[in-house]
């Protein structure tokens, strides 16, 4: 399975600059696609749209896992 770009994409092209395994492509301005063929779900696409257009095999858009820390009390 790979991740997958949706009809939410703007064609900004942010995430075929930093996919490591260049499997992002598309015109500037027009919907972009990845090769499930070279994507490794690595997951960082997904982190830098700023169009949340791109979900993960399950459907799932990029959910930070950062847990904030609180910091009452101290
Ligand atoms: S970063 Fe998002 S909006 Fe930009 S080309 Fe990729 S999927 Fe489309
Ligand atoms: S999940 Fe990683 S390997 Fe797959 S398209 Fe996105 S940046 Fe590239």
Do not use: N, W
């Not at 997904?46 to 990029?62: F, L, T």
């Amino acid at each position: 399975m790979a991740y997958r770009i949706t009809g939410a994409c703007l064609g900004c092209g942010g995430c075929k600059v930093v996919c490591p395994a260049e499997a992002i492509s598309g015109l500037p301005e027009q919907m972009h696609v990845i090769d499930p063929g070279r994507c490794f779900e690595c997951g960082v696409c997904a982190r830098s749209c700023p169009h949340k257009a791109i979900v993960d095999s399950a459907g799932q858009p990029y959910v930070s896992k950062i847990i904030r820390q609180d910091v009452r009390g101290r």
